[in-house]
C-alpha cells in the first residue's frame, strides 16, 4: 500500500526548512535511535586512596562471586567482596585460582584460555569458568545487579617478549622470564571491546561482564526490550543499559563489525580517528582510551616527532616536552568538536605521565592508547548491540 498524501507534505518541509536538513547531513555520525529502551542503573565505582583514585587511575566495581555450583568449588566464597580494576584496555575477568581456593584438578574439567596483555608483556593462563557475578557498592552492600559471565581463572603467569598472536598463548622458552605457577593477587577485569588482535583472541564479547547483565532490580535482561546492551564510564559511575536520556550530547562514532574472533553480532572492531603532533597534519589512527594505563603509547609515521629517552626504567622513547597532542574521534568530514588534546609536561591533570613513542613505516598501522587521565575531562560509551562508540567532554 502507499501513501501518497505523504509526498506533497514531505516536500513542504523540505524546501521550508531547508537549513535544518542540511545540517542534519552534516553532523558527524548520527547516534542510535534509542527512544525504546528504558532499563538501565548506575553501579557504584569503588575508588582506591590517592594516587589510585578514579581517574588518575583505573576505577574498581565491587562484586561476589557464585561459581558453578558443584562440590569442587565448595571453598570458593560467596560473601567475600572483591573489587578488580576496570580495564578498557583488555576483555575478561582475570582471578588466580590460589586465591580462589581452585585447584589444578578442578580447572582441568573446564576450557582451557589465556589473556595477552600487551601494555605489561604479560601472559595469563587457565581456564575459563562460568561464574554468576553480583554487583555491590564499595562498602559490600548489594545493588541488585547479576551478570554471568566465563572468568578466567589464572594457574599460569610469565613475561613474554616478543609476543607474537600466532603463538596462541604459548610462549618459546628464551622469551620467557618471571613463569610463575602459582600466581597469587591478580585481579584483573577487562571490559574492552576490538582487542582480539592484540593478543587476545579470546577476548570475545561473550567474556566481558558489563554485556552480559542478567537481572537489574529483579527484572530478567535477557527477557526484556527495553535493554540496550551497552555501558558508560563516567567519573560517578559505571552506567549500564543506554537510553536516549543517558547518552544526550554525546558524539557517536559508528564501528565496524570486527571479523574472524567470534560469530557474536556485538564484536566491534576498535575506534578510528586521527592524531596530530604540534599541528601536524591529523593521520589516520586506531585510537584505544584505555583505562588500564596511566601512560599514553603512540605509533605514528610522522618523522617530526621530538623524542628524548623516558625517565623511567623503561628503554622506551617518549615524546619530548612541550608538544601538543591532539586526538579526533571519527573520520567523519567536518567533525568541529571539542577534541581530546595536552601538551606534553604541562602538568595538566588530563595528560597521560608520558608518550611512550614508535616510529612506525608509512602504510603500517598507526595507533594511540590514550591512557587513563582522558577521563579527568570526558566520558565514553560503548553501544554494543548497535555498534557505537561515544565521547562527552564534561570538563574537569
Ligand atoms: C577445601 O579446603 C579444605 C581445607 O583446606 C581441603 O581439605 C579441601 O580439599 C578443599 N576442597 C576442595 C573441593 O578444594
Ligand atoms: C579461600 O580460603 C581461605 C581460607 O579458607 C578464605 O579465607 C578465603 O576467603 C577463601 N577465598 C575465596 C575467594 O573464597
Ligand atoms: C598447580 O600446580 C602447580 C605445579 O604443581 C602448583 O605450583 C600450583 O600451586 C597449583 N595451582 C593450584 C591452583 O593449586
Ligand atoms: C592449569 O589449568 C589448565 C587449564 O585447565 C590445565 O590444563 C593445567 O594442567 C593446569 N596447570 C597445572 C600445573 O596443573
Ligand atoms: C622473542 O620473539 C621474537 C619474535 O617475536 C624474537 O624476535 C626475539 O628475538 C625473541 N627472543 C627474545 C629474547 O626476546
Ligand atoms: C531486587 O529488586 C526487586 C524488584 O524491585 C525486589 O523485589 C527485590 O527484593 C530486590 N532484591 C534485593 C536483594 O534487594
Ligand atoms: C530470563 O529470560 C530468558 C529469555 O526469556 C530465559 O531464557 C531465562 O530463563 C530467564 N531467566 C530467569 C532467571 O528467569
Ligand atoms: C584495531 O583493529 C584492527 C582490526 O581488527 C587490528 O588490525 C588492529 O591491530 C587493532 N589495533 C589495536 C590497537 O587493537
Ligand atoms: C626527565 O627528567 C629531567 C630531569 O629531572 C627533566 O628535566 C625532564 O624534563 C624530564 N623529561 C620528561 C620528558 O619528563
Ligand atoms: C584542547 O583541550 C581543551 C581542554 O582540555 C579544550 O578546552 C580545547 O577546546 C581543546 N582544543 C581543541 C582544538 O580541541
Ligand atoms: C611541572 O611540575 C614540576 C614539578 O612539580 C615542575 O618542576 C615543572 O616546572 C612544572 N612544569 C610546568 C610546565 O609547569
Redesign the pocket.
Known sequence: MKFPYLLPILGLVVLSDAGKIKEFIESPSDGPDLSDYTLTTTLPITSFPPPYAWPDYAPSLTIYLHAPQDWAFSNVSNTVPIAPVLDTGSNGLMLDALDLNITNATLAGYEPGYQYLSSSTRLYRGAWVPFRLEFADSSGE?V?VSAEVPVLIVNETLQCSGYDTKWKGDCPEENTSNHNLSPRGTQWWGIGFGREADGQSQGTPDKNALLNIKSI??VNVSASNSYRAGYSLRKDGVVIGLTEENTQDYTWMKLEMQKGFSKDPRDWRNVTGCVSIDGGTCRLSNILVDTGVTLSYLSTADKQVRLVSSNSTSRAKILAAGQNVLVRFGIEPGYAGVQYNFTTGSNSSWEPDEVRTKLVDYGKEEKINTGVHFYQEWETLFDADGGYFGVKYVGL
Do not use: A
Request: zero cysteines.
Open positions: 548489594l541488585n532490580n529483579g
